[in-house]
C-alpha cells in the first residue's frame, strides 16, 4: 500500500540544530500538505504546496520554517535553529486534486524532539 | 470564521453505547466535512465525509448527521466498541481548496 510516507519517523535534534522532513505524496497525488500536531492538541495547518509552488503558507511561522515540494523528489519540510517549542508531531498530507472534497491523506507523521 | 469548534473534549462509553461527537464551524463557504480518527502514535485516517446537500450519510457503524443551517455536524458512532477507543477529529474545507480546518479532537474511550 503505497501510502503517503514520511521519514525520519523520529528524529531528536539539540537546540540550535536543524531538523529536515520528508515525504513523499501518494502515487497520482500532486498535492502536499503539511499539518502540525502538538502533544494533546488538534491539528494544525502550516502549509499547502504543489510541485514547485507554494499555495498557502498562512500557517506557517514566519520565521526560521520552510517547505518545498520540487519537480522532482519529496515534499520538506525545514525547521531551522530548533527550539524545544517546536517539539511535536508533524504530519503530511498528499491529495490528487485542487477541488474541494478531494479525499486527503496522512501520513504516519514525523515525531521531532528537541533536547 | 476559519474555526471548526468540537465536543465534548474527552467521552467515556460503554461497549454497545452510542457515541456522539459535536462540531460547529463559521465559514459558510465550507462545503466538505469529513471525520478523521487516529490512534496513538499515527497519522489521523478518514472515516467518513459528507457533503452540505445531504443532511446524513452511514457508513457502517458511523453516521455523520449535518444541519446546514445551524452550521453542526456530528458524528455518531453506534454499537461503540472497545477497538473505538481513539482520538476523533472533525474537519471542514471549502469549494476553493482543500486545505482543512481541524477542530481540537475528541477522546473516546469504549469500555469493555
Known amino acids: 500500500n503505497a501510502g503517503v510516507m514520511q521519514n525520519p519517523r523520529h528524529l531528536v535534534r539539540r537546540r540550535g540544530q536543524e531538523a529536515r522532513l520528508r515525504c513523499s505524496p501518494m502515487?497520482?497525488?500532486?498535492?502536499v500538505y503539511w499539518y502540525r500536531q502538538l502533544p494533546e492538541e488538534g491539528l494544525k495547518f502550516m502549509v499547502y504546496?504543489?510541485?514547485?509552488?507554494?499555495?498557502?503558507e498562512s500557517g506557517m511561522p514566519k520565521e526560521r520554517f520552510s517547505a518545498e515540494f520540487p519537480k522532482e523528489g519529496p515534499s520538506i519540510l525545514r525547521i531551522q535553529q530548533v527550539v524545544r517549542g517546536d517539539s511535536a508531531a508533524y504530519f503530511c498530507?498528499?491529495?490528487?486534486?485542487?477541488?474541494?472534497?478531494?479525499?486527503?491523506?496522512f501520513g504516519e507523521g514525523s515525531w521531532l524532539t528537541v533536547v | 470564521q476559519q474555526q471548526v469548534k468540537q465536543s465534548p473534549q474527552s467521552l467515556i462509553v460503554q461497549k454497545g453505547g452510542i457515541s456522539i461527537i459535536n462540531c460547529a464551524y463559521e465559514?459558510?463557504?465550507?462545503?466538505?466535512f469529513p471525520w478523521y480518527q487516529q490512534f496513538p502514535g499515527k497519522g489521523p485516517a478518514l472515516l467518513i465525509a459528507?457533503?452540505?446537500?445531504?443532511s446524513e450519510k452511514k457508513e457502517g457503524r458511523f453516521t455523520i448527521s449535518f444541519n446546514k443551517s445551524a452550521k453542526q455536524f456530528s458524528l455518531h458512532i453506534m454499537d461503540s466498541q472497545p477497538g473505538d477507543s481513539a482520538t476523533y477529529f472533525c474537519?471542514?474545507?471549502?469549494?476553493?481548496?482543500?486545505?482543512?480546518?481541524f477542530g481540537e479532537g475528541t477522546q473516546l474511550t469504549v469500555n469493555p
Open positions: 498530507a498528499s491529495s490528487p486534486g485542487h477541488s474541494s472534497g478531494n479525499t486527503i491523506y
Open positions: 502515487k497520482g497525488h500532486s498535492h
Open positions: 504546496l504543489q510541485k514547485e509552488n507554494i499555495i498557502d
Open positions: 465559514n459558510t463557504a465550507f462545503d466538505y
Open positions: 459528507i457533503r452540505p446537500d445531504v
Open positions: 474537519a471542514a474545507s471549502w469549494a476553493s481548496g482543500s486545505r482543512l480546518t
